[in-house]
């Protein structure tokens, strides 16, 4: 297996903290292992943004950051489940995605590139 980088890019309209976006990339069956997220400089702090793998069988939400507006870098997990399909108490996986990531933004100003998503896939 290989770790593949890839950009997703999310620009908003809108007026002054009420603005939004979103932006779709195509990905391959793959595991997420990180994601560094990139924020335009004048992003304000009321930024909300939500990562989401809607190729899944079911939309799944990978990341949600809520009043965010400092880059940084994110490792979402899943919980496992046992054979039962109970919870398994702090044992956690890559989440294994396909189809496409999806980034939605909220409540930010209207900006090209309001955030630069780098997600690093294993493949």
Same mark, same amino acid.
Do not use: E, F, M, R
């Given at each position: 297996m290989s770790v593949e980088k890839h950009e997703l890019k999310v620009s908003t309209t809108g007026s002054a903290g009420?603005?939004?976006?979103?932006? *779709?990339l195509a990905v391959p069956l793959s595991e997420l292992v990180a994601v560094h997220v990139d924020y335009h400089a004048s992003v304000p702090a009321t930024t909300d943004l939500t990562l989401k793998s809607p190729g899944n069988p079911a939309s799944v939400?990978?990341?949600?950051?809520?009043?965010?507006?400092?880059?940084?870098?994110?490792?979402?997990? *899943?919980?496992?489940?046992?054979?039962?399909?109970?919870?398994?108490?702090?044992?956690y996986a890559d989440p294994v995605v396909h189809g496409n990531l999806s980034c939605d933004l909220a409540q930010c100003d209207a900006l090209t590139n309001a955030v630069v998503l780098t997600v690093y896939l294993r493949v």
């Open positions: 009420a603005a939004s976006g979103s932006s *779709v939400t990978l990341l949600t950051l809520t009043n965010v507006n400092s880059d940084g870098w994110y490792y979402p997990k *899943v919980q496992k489940h046992d054979n039962a399909g109970a919870a398994i108490t702090g044992d």
